[in-house]
């Protein structure tokens, strides 16, 4: 059994991009920790900074629980992801904690600050965790981990950068057999209906899921699919573990 966790700055953001991948790995037997970096507390026009929080930590909490994953905030605040020493030391407290083998978060370019900020701290903190003398100044501190956990990258929203241009995935994973439960997981998020409305101009969330699932499936010849890049860099783990637990034959 591995450990994996799907790390991504907001709640929904893993439900979007990588939900049908995590019940994947979890219908053969591994075990998901899904993380965000804030409670998405800027995620409303109609509640408070808390109230907003305290409900989409329980709809990410649902959503977890729904397959069978975990799930944890870390707790920093919408807009305010920041690659700093503080920051990267949290980030490495949680890394510690949940000790995954494979760690996938967000992808480095996309349209998010947070999103950028997340996949950066992670990428880092998969470097200090397995460093001992990296303190992460938590009162009860976990255990270094033994080695750097693999890491991959999301997609970023709409398989697009900043200006537009598409990004190209190293692997597809095709979820249409588990896509139903990926819908519902997203469905748990009920109280994006009206903010995604507002701020992103789409009128329906789970619609526009299907559709990126949909573009990324064209491209992988297959009807439904999500995409995934391995981060290459010296000297992460290079062995290709996603696609192994997943028993993927690669494209
Ligand atoms: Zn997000």
């Not at 591995?2 to 979890?26: F, N, Q, S, Y």
């Not at 956990?149 to 398989?159: I, K, N, T």
């Not at 009807?223 to 573990?241: D, I, K, M, S, V």
Request: aromatic fraction near 8%; proline fraction near 6%.
């Amino acid at each position: 059994m591995a450990r994996i966790l799907a790390i991504h700055a907001h709640p929904d953001d893993v439900e979007m991009l990588a939900a049908g991948t995590m019940i994947k790995l979890i219908e053969r037997g591994h075990h998901v920790t899904i993380a965000t970096m804030t409670p998405g507390d800027c995620g409303s026009a109609e509640f408070d900074a808390e109230r907003i929080a305290d409900i989409r930590r329980g709809e990410a909490a649902q959503a977890a629980r729904s397959i069978g994953a975990d799930y944890l905030c870390v707790e920093f605040r919408d807009m305010a992801v920041f690659n700093d020493d503080a920051s990267r030391r949290q980030v490495t407290e949680v890394l510690r904690r949940v000790r995954p083998e494979l760690v996938v978060t967000s992808s480095p370019i996309d349209y998010h600050c947070d999103h950028e900020a997340a996949s950066v701290l992670v990428r880092d903190a998969c470097f200090a965790a397995s460093a001992p003398n990296y303190a992460t100044g938590d009162p009860h501190p976990a255990e270094a981990l033994p080695a750097i956990p693999h890491l991959y990258f999301m997609d970023a929203v709409e398989g697009m950068d900043r200006d537009g241009r598409p990004q190209r995935p190293d692997f597809f994973v095709d979820v249409a057999d588990v896509f139903d439960r990926k819908r519902a997981m997203l469905a748990c998020h009920e109280s994006q209906r009206n903010w995604l409305r507002k701020q992103h101009n789409i009128e329906d969330f789970l619609g526009i899921m299907e559709k990126w699932s949909r573009e990324r499936g064209r491209a992988a010849g297959v009807e439904l699919a999500e995409g995934f890049r391995r981060y290459p860099g010296h000297p992460y783990p290079q062995t290709p573990l996603l696609e192994n637990l997943l028993g993927l034959t690669l494209r």
